[in-house]
């Protein structure tokens, strides 16, 4: 069966490293990768997506990798910051097309440390 | 409005009553998902509306679940005879058009169920 999996554990990180996540899938061919940031109490806000055919894409401190052969999504926080804690989640589409909607994974809780 | 709204935030229901839950998609926007987000896990798609059609309702758990956009704007989904189970929060999400496949998410209805 289809599987994300995301790092379960919270990652402390200390303010102005850079953060790494990772997101893996199984049994999966996704025709692109999102991630997205959730705050307490609300719901998640779109940061980037990344398609199949590209490997990296950045936006600001931010930078994503995508490896269709190790079906692996890595997503950085670079100069991290306390309010960039949060729980990031990672989502592949269902069908291919992106019309039927996205399957997430349970995201990862980041902390950064003063 | 500028964002997706949702209504109510909070609902505490009794099991065995129905509720029923609103979404007002971002204006314009033709995709709209329901969403169930169990403590400490991702979301989980429930059903897909492009306009008034309900295209995809696979993830609905039960025959309990009703989700209906009868005009292509706004949307409620219904849960009847409600079980503890069915405590969660549910999020909705709309995008601007078919195959757009960045969402933006509303915060959400928390229910519990006593």
Same mark, same amino acid.
């Given at each position: 069966s289809q599987k994300i999996e995301q790092n379960s554990e919270a990652l402390n990180i200390q303010e102005g490293k850079t953060a790494t996540l990772t997101c893996n899938y199984t049994n999966y061919s996704p025709a692109y990768l999102q991630w997205y940031r959730q705050d307490p109490g609300r719901g998640p806000v779109f940061l980037l997506l990344i398609r199949e055919n590209e490997k990296e894409k950045r936006k600001e401190r931010l930078k994503v990798t995508f490896d269709t052969t190790l079906k692996q999504s890595l997503f950085h926080i670079t100069a991290s910051q306390p309010a960039d804690s949060a729980t990031y989640l990672c989502a592949l589409d269902h069908s291919g097309g992106g019309a039927d909607g996205l399957t997430f994974g349970k995201g990862t809780h980041l902390i950064i440390q003063p | 409005g500028a964002g997706v709204s949702q209504s109510p935030r909070y609902k505490v229901a009794k099991r065995g009553q129905d509720v029923a839950l609103r979404c007002d998609p971002i204006s314009g926007h033709v995709s709209l998902f329901w969403y169930q987000q169990a403590l400490g896990q991702g979301p989980e798609f429930l059903t897909y509306f492009q306009n008034e059609a309900q295209l995809d309702k696979s993830g609905l758990p039960s025959d309990r679940f009703f989700a209906e956009r009868p005009e292509g704007s706004v949307s409620t989904l219904k849960i009847q005879?409600? &079980? &503890?189970?069915?405590s969660a929060v549910y999020l909705c999400a709309s995008s601007l058009e078919v195959g757009d496949e960045k969402l933006f998410f509303g915060s959400g209805t928390q229910l519990s169920v006593l």
């Open positions: - | 005879r409600t &079980q &503890q189970e069915d």
